[in-house]
């Protein structure tokens, strides 16, 4: 691996956790690919798996702008993975809900994800893995939060 870091300096964290975000992506894609699909629509259909939310609510919890929500709902819905439904107490609104054969690519894509996930945590000791899960999401829960492209009005991040 190269190296932004000053020779005689702290680690760069951002080049280290830019580094790290950039591979395991592309370890996503290249997974999940093999199912159709791609990592954002696998979020997507994540969090359509209730069938209570709006495609507006979900596009919030990906961190999805409005137009790539609709042409993602558009290709899940052509493969037959999603479908649109009015919502009941907003006729304008719509639900998206995980058809059965989304349920079927949902759970092998987390399958998919969980392996990639785990032979990556599996190159650490196994007393730091926990403590490395735990301070990642205290950072992006905490100070890096309202930053993230996955908060709400943030920019497109799934």
Do not use: N
């Amino acid at each position: 691996m190269t190296s932004c870091s000053p020779a005689d300096g702290p680690p760069d964290l951002l080049f280290l956790l830019s580094w790290a975000s950039h591979a395991l992506q592309s370890e996503h894609a290249a997974g999940l690919a093999e199912l159709g699909i791609s990592p954002r629509a696998h979020y997507v259909l994540a969090q359509a798996r209730t069938g209570d939310l709006t495609q507006r609510q979900i596009g919030e919890r990906c961190g999805v702008d409005k137009t790539t929500m609709v042409v993602t709902l558009d290709q899940l819905e052509r493969a037959g993975l999603a479908e649109r439904r009015p919502a009941p107490a907003d006729r304008r609104a719509r639900l998206v809900a995980v058809t059965p054969a989304g349920e079927q690519v949902l759970e092998r894509a987390q399958d998919v994800v969980r392996r990639i996930q785990d032979a990556l945590l599996a190159t650490l000791p196994e007393q730091d893995r926990e403590a490395f899960l735990r301070a990642l999401t205290a950072l992006v829960s905490g100070p890096l939060a309202s930053s993230s492209p996955y908060a709400p009005g943030g920019r497109s991040g799934c």
